[in-house]
């Protein structure tokens, strides 16, 4: 027998810019000239709706600096967030005699940035993305940190890679015509940084909401909050991402309230928005962690009273399946392991850290949907 050894030490240097501002989108020729960008032909990933709000305008500018620029769009919404619509627009590339040299510019919200970004993860081997964020719950999330992915009908996100984007911009103009709905959910991720990282911005919002009584359309037109939401969501994020690429600790930090909100997604047959769901899941697991100690009564109303102001709900729906929510949980595990990890908050802006270092802890299905029981039994 001869075994040959093949060594590869990977040291890989995947820093990038985030670009926050009103207009920001403006940016994006430059960026895209940048670090040996500059020869490549461009595709601007889109869906529909985000197509007619934005990227003729981004096609033109990108083409008036003498750039090849094509633009694809798929039919906006979660649903199509699939191997199948990857692949048509994997199709639409080869057609149109894209190679190598591609650049992909993403442009839209949460959807847009995980599937065009796992476009670029895999054609042609990899190729490099620019993320132009449009939606609050993208630059709150999505945008940064390099996950990508598809859903599948067995689990969501359960077909992607980490592929880092080579810059993102969150222009704060797009934030304008989104609907309050989609306004709150991008609200719903926001609170959820602030309770796990930052006891000022955390007050900071509740000023905003709760003594201010702001609408999300209010929200949207006030400049100074909306720069120091989509700072300190990016900053919090960054963080998180930087100290743990590959999720194997604190990153799951970032998990805080979705343990709980992806499963009621998926048990109310996504009837719910995710962003809803993860205000349910964030209201939860405080109050389900004030058992335990780890926050207190008060801080549990701040947030319930927060997420009230906000919009969102902080309760159970009437009628909900805990089987089913349970069923959901361990779906969503993607069968890493036997046992359910939760991420609690410590007291407010702060994550709670267990036996060695971890930021989830196991905890027992009994336990678990005792918790939720009780939570629908008391109308909650
Ligand atoms: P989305 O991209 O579907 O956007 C929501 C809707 O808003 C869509 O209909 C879209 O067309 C529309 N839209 C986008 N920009 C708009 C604008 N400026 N004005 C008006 N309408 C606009 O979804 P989302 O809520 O942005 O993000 C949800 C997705 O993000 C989920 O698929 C979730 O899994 C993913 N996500 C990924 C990560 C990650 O780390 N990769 C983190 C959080 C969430």
Redesign the pocket.
Known sequence: MEEIRVKLVRTVDESYPIVIGHGATACVSDLANRDGLASRRIAIIT?T??EK??AGALAEDLRLTGRDVRVIAFP???KN?TRQTKEAIEDQLIAAGFGRDTLVIAL???????LAGFVAATYTRGVPYLSVS??L??AA??SV?G???V?TPAA??LIGAFHQPVAVVIDLD??L???DS?IR??LG?TVKQACLADAEFFAALEDAFVTRGLTPAEFVRDDALTVLTARRNCEIKRDFVASDVHEGNRRMGLNLGHTIGRALESALGYTLS??YCVAIGLALQARWGATFGYVSSGDVARLERLLGAIGLPYRLPEGVDVSRIMDAMWHDKKGTTNTIRFVFQRGVGDLMVFDCGRYARPVQESAIRAFLESQVAAGQ
């Open positions: 869906d709706t985000v709000l934005a906006a919404g979660e967030k839209g919200g949460g959807v847009v940035t995980d449009t939606t719950l993208g999330d999505a940190g996950k990508t992915a859903d969501t996100n797009r934030w015509t989104l609907s989609q959910e991008g991720e995710h962003g």
